[in-house]
């Protein structure tokens, strides 16, 4: 059953990352007329938390993101209207141990991603275009090199700062 589960998360997440640019255009496009509807003045952050491919090591993974996804991704976000864009790397530490014993919690993600957009307008504005699918596009292929799609997620958030 877990296997199944497996195969139909890979298998959303392969329609959606493998789409051509024809068909992510369309589903971008689908989008603006709402987005256009209610235009959110309201920054947007697209948050990315990462498993690595059980092929890599650590090292291996957090080489290849901060060496060689890190500034690839940063010209690509660029493209789609990102004005901020940040990696954290899970610190080999007994504290994170100590922390999931103490909450009850799974294990550590290897990473998160966070990149900041200036509205949801905007990205799906820019998502759209010819230049902004051929950057979704190229980040998709990139991923897979060391992600493991399936078992991380990737989502948008709305701050709220309570410190700081």
């Known amino acids: 059953?877990?296997?199944?589960?497996?195969?139909?998360?890979?298998?959303?997440?392969?329609?959606?990352?493998?789409?051509?640019?024809?068909?992510?255009?369309?589903?971008?496009?689908?989008?603006?007329?709402?987005?256009?509807?209610?235009?959110?003045?309201?920054?947007?952050?697209?948050?990315?938390?990462?498993?690595?491919?059980?092929?890599l090591t650590p090292a291996?993974?957090?080489?290849?993101?901060?060496?060689?996804?890190?500034?690839?991704?940063?010209?690509?976000?660029?493209?789609?209207?990102?004005?901020?864009?940040?990696?954290?790397?899970t610190k080999d530490s007994a504290l994170n141990l100590a922390l999931a014993t103490q909450h009850g919690t799974g294990e550590a993600f290897d990473g998160v991603t966070e990149v900041w957009f200036p509205s949801e307008q905007a990205l799906i504005t820019a998502a759209a275009t010819p230049a902004g699918i051929q950057a979704n596009q190229a980040l998709a292929e990139d991923e897979k090199k060391f992600i493991d799609l399936p078992r991380s997620s990737f989502f948008v958030t709305k701050e709220y700062v309570l410190l700081g």
């Open 1 to 55: 059953m877990k296997e199944n589960t497996h195969e139909a998360a890979s298998s959303r997440r392969a329609f959606v990352v493998g789409a051509t640019a024809a068909g992510l255009g369309a589903i971008l496009a689908s989008h603006l007329p709402k987005a256009a509807a209610d235009p959110s003045p309201d920054p947007i952050k697209l948050v990315c938390v990462l498993r690595r491919r059980p092929d």
């Open 60 to 89: 291996q993974f957090y080489d290849y993101w901060l060496n060689h996804h890190g500034p690839f991704a940063t010209e690509q976000v660029k493209t789609l209207g990102a004005y901020r864009y940040i990696q954290s790397h």
